[in-house]
């Protein structure tokens, strides 16, 4: 079974920019979800979809960002412009079920995309 | 809101030393809690998790981890490291009844030394 893929792995953009990252979750999986890891600090949370769905966009920081997942497969992140503060490694995860509980299912996640805007 | 503290930036142990990675969390009501592994150029890998039941929860790699309710901890434990196990860990918390929204730490670097 193929795991949580993202492209690219790695992007360098100019400020001003946009660039727009993939993830594909797990066949199957109706919630996908995007964090965020900014300079060595902690991975926190953007969004989480439950198929096209926005379940949750509290974490998004700005109205640069703008996630789709059309038809509930595959997801797009969009950073429109980009600025510097922008950089980091933006991970993309998906489960099962939407409540973990006992028999709920943990996230997986993708290998990450690091964005670097310059 | 909910928070989690991994106190060290940086661990080393020796191989075949026990290693343990500390966490800490704050949360309102029962915390689902999270162990993820990050070795490098790869994403983040689940290790194990505590829901309910036993305290002392085993996982991948040889890995356990003790919830501690009292203390409000959930260390990572490993009997005997391996250079293997160097990579960066991170400890989650999900809110019990929530919708699905992990609260990591800022991670801890482990280095086994052979």
């Known amino acids: 079974e193929a795991g949580v893929t993202q492209f690219p792995s790695h992007s360098v953009i100019e400020k001003g920019q946009t660039v727009t990252l993939r993830c594909d979750p797990i066949?199957?999986?109706?919630?996908l979800y995007w964090y965020r890891r900014v300079m060595g600090k902690e991975i926190k949370f953007l969004l989480h979809?439950?198929?096209?769905?926005?379940?949750?966009e509290s974490g998004m920081p700005n109205n640069r960002f703008l996630a789709e997942r059309t038809g509930g497969t595959y997801s797009t992140l969009k950073v429109q412009p980009a600025e510097l503060e922008d950089s980091g490694v933006y991970f993309c995860?998906?489960?099962?079920?939407?409540?973990?509980?006992?028999?709920?299912?943990?996230?997986?996640f993708g290998q990450g995309t690091r964005l670097t805007v310059v | 809101a909910q928070s989690v503290a991994q106190p060290e930036d940086q661990v080393n142990v020796a191989e075949g030393n026990p290693l343990t990675v500390k966490c800490t969390y704050s949360?309102?009501?029962?915390?689902?809690l999270f162990w993820y592994v990050q070795y490098p150029n790869r994403g983040l890998q689940f290790l194990l998790k505590?829901?309910?039941?036993?305290?002392l929860v085993k996982g991948s790699y040889g890995f356990e981890a003790e919830f501690n309710k009292s203390q409000t901890s959930f260390h990572l434990k490993k009997p005997s490291a391996l250079v293997s196990d160097s990579a960066l860990y991170f400890c989650?918390?999900?809110?019990?009844?929530?919708?699905?929204?992990?609260?990591f730490g800022s991670g801890t670097q482990l280095t086994v030394l052979p």
């Open positions: 949360v309102s009501g029962n915390p689902y």
């Open positions: 989650a918390v999900e809110p019990s009844g929530s919708a699905r929204q992990l609260t």
């Open positions: 995860a998906s489960s099962q079920d939407t409540r973990v509980g006992p028999d709920g299912s943990e996230a997986f």
């Open positions: 505590y829901i309910t039941g036993d305290n």
């Open positions: 066949s199957g999986h109706d919630n």
């Open positions: 979809f439950v198929k096209e769905s926005k379940q949750d």
